[in-house]
């Protein structure tokens, strides 16, 4: 990442370097794969008396802070600087990566899938902003390599807020080697009761009550209901599975 995409957080604020880069965001779709009701369903037709194969929302935007740190890590709460681990409440995450073809969802092995997001406090590591520097951290970013059954899991915590978004994750999947390949990014959401409810306790609850939630979020109301996480209790913290298709255009 360059100095100049560092101080990208100085020289605009998070509201317009939002709306940039999501006026930037590219024809490709994600989807979320659910059990065919007949063969005969088309892929991507929505209709109230057929199920189809898979949904279709378009890819959301990756924002200002995404950094290609090539970590290589399915826990990634420490950072490798000085193995300091991030405090919150525990998150394990787990894709289902999916290739959507002519005869549905198929697994998709071998794709790169990035997660980042901020931490308790609503701040993300190695870049520039208007309120904090974090250059040469790394916490809260890494990405896998999907397996033979188009999976990934990550160890992480649930994120924290900060102003003029709601609570999520971002994700990246990219694709194809020698440089031919295709990229796909979008971002992953919460239920507004638990994030409050998560929210009371600490490290979160030093931060003062947050005022935006999803239906407030401009980026949410653009598919964001068809990435909500549904977590399960497990142990201390929480588990979450989402399926991702790609379909490209």
């Not at 020289?11 to 005969?40: D, M, N």
């Not at 999947?173 to 020698?178: A, E, K, M, P």
């Not at 295709?182 to 306790?201: G, K």
């Amino acid at each position: 990442m360059t100095n100049k995409n560092r101080s990208l957080g100085i020289i605009l604020t998070r509201r317009e370097a939002l709306t940039l880069f999501r006026a930037a965001t590219t024809a490709i779709f994600v989807v979320g794969c659910i059990p065919k009701k007949s063969a005969s369903a088309p892929l991507s037709a929505v209709k109230s008396t057929t199920k189809p194969a898979c949904i279709v929302s378009p890819q959301q935007t990756e924002g200002p802070y995404f950094v290609d740190e090539k970590l290589n890590r399915s826990d990634i709460r420490a950072d490798p600087a000085d193995g300091s681990v991030k405090q919150g409440v525990p998150l394990q995450l787990t894709l289902h990566i999916s290739h959507v073809g002519s005869n549905g969802c198929t697994p998709l092995a071998g794709a790169i899938v990035d997660v980042w997001h901020c931490d308790a406090l609503g701040v993300y590591s190695d870049v520039t902003d208007r309120n904090f520097s974090t250059v040469g951290k790394k916490f809260l970013r890494g990405y896998q390599v999907t397996d033979a059954g188009g999976n990934v899991q990550f160890t992480t915590i649930y994120p924290g807020w900060y102003p003029g978004r709601t609570v999520h994750i971002h994700f990246k999947v990219r694709t194809g080697t020698s440089g031919q390949g295709y990229e796909f990014t979008s971002q992953l959401y919460f239920d507004d009761a638990m994030s409050d409810r998560i929210y009371s306790q600490a490290p979160y609850n030093s931060q003062r009550q947050r005022r935006l939630k999803n239906a407030d979020d401009g980026i949410f109301q653009d598919g964001g209901e068809q990435m909500l996480l549904k977590l399960t209790q497990n142990g201390q913290g929480y588990a979450a599975t989402f399926d991702v298709g790609l379909q490209i255009a």
